[in-house]
């Protein structure tokens, strides 16, 4: 009994270290690297430190300052320069900030590293996104698929975790006389790994089957992109729905299907709303979300929605493409939304001439892309009526 508890209070201890942001508000410098060599520009990594701050935000966090450093490889031990660390250290001083928040996923060492030298809390891209997922995750599908995720950020780091040096004496139920606090934790972890995966793949073998079910019925329209592009709020106004909608990031975690009445066709399909993506997302929530994404992979049809004033909107598009070719899903026939073109007045002179020439390269022709305002309904009749005709295809192809 005495072990159980001992093991427990370990346990919880691991947890509360590398649990980011759950229990109050931090004050944070966001930092990152410049890679030169690996023609990084320094707008390009100013727009993703933009993103970790708003990430951080989201997480309940207040970014006081962010600040990178130009180098040619990334410091193995520290992931930024020495002297550029005692800068931030220095910094963080003067402005009061308790949080350092890396825009890159660290390794066990680099965050061990970076705590001794400056004394303060370190978090990682992927444990701040892994933390906002925690607080957004509703279906108990979607809250075991990020305790995985979770589980398998956290093993490969216990090693490195301070506090973890005083021994067990030997019993029952640890495993041989002498066992450090690290191992016990890493076989508990090991084990809520399995237990985590095993309920997954019945989870998703019932999918499987209410998948199966319902493409014997309807055809199934998965609406994919960058997070917070305005998904949730297109299937809402073509669907009359009430989806959960909200100006932040990963608003929506957990699939949701709508039907969307098409009146040329005289039947319904079947709008799926899915997990935005984001650049840099962590591989633990790849694997975890396997199921979830492929909704996406398993549809008839993709509704690819961009926030087309975003500036990095063709960079956001890159990494969409990218995400959708790993699960599998990047041979699909797709009609391009670009969203929020309110913004630029309607004005297509004030796209970016790079995305735009790249979105006519990709969509083929005239009824495969669609400047929208989901805000002022604006472009969404000619939208319905495109997917009518191209549905309609996919029905006379299937019979």
Not at 104 to 119: C, G, K, Y
Not at 234 to 254: H, P
Not at 308 to 336: C, F, K, N
Request: with cysteine; charged share 30%; aromatic share 6%.
């Amino acid at each position: 009994m005495a072990n159980k508890k001992g093991a427990n209070r370990a346990d919880s201890t691991l947890f509360a270290k590398i649990n980011s942001l759950q229990e109050e508000a931090e004050k944070a410098i966001c930092f990152s690297v410049c890679l030169t060599t690996k023609g990084q520009t320094e707008a390009i990594v100013e727009a993703s430190l933009d993103e970790l701050s708003e990430l951080a935000n989201t997480a309940g966090a207040e970014v006081l300052a962010k600040i990178y450093q130009k180098r040619a490889k990334i410091d193995s031990r520290y992931y930024i320069g020495v002297g550029k660390l005692e800068e931030i250290k220095v910094l963080a001083e003067q402005v009061e900030a308790n949080c350092l928040i890396c825009d890159d996923e660290l390794s066990p060492a680099q965050l061990r590293n970076i705590e001794e030298f400056t004394q303060m809390k370190i978090v990682d891209r992927s444990l701040l996104i892994l933390d906002i997922f925690a607080k957004r995750a509703k279906s108990s599908e979607g809250k075991l698929q990020v305790a995985l995720a979770q589980a398998k950020y956290r093993l490969p780091r216990i090693q490195f975790m301070q506090g973890f040096n005083s021994r067990l004496a030997g019993g029952i139920g640890t495993r041989g006389p002498g066992e450090s606090l690290k191992e016990t934790d890493r076989r508990h972890i090991q084990a809520r790994i399995n237990t985590l995966q095993q309920k997954l793949v019945e989870l998703g073998r019932k999918r499987q089957i209410v998948r199966e079910q319902r493409r014997k019925s309807a055809l199934t329209i998965a609406v994919v992109g960058y997070t917070n592009a305005g998904k949730s709020s297109l299937i809402n106004r073509l669907c009359k729905s009430d989806l959960y909608a909200e100006d932040k990031v990963f608003a929506t975690l957990d699939p949701a299907c709508r039907h969307l009445w098409l009146e040329d066709l005289s039947c319904d399909c079947l709008l799926i709303d899915t997990v935005g993506f984001i650049r840099k997302l962590p591989h633990h929530l790849v694997e975890a979300f396997k199921s979830t994404l492929e909704e996406a992979a398993q549809a008839d049809f993709l509704l690819l929605v961009l926030d087309v004033a975003d500036v990095q909107a063709e960079a956001e598009l890159d990494v969409v493409l990218s995400l959708l070719e790993e699960i599998g899903a990047s041979h699909l026939p797709r009609v391009y939304v670009a969203n929020k073109f309110d913004e630029f007045n309607y004005d297509l002179s004030q796209v970016d001439s790079s995305l735009l020439a790249k979105l006519h390269a990709l969509s083929f022709d005239d009824k495969s892309l669609f400047f929208t305002s989901v805000k002022e309904q604006r472009g969404l009749n000619e939208l319905k009526a495109a997917l009518q005709a191209k549905l309609k295809k996919i029905l006379q192809k299937n019979n």
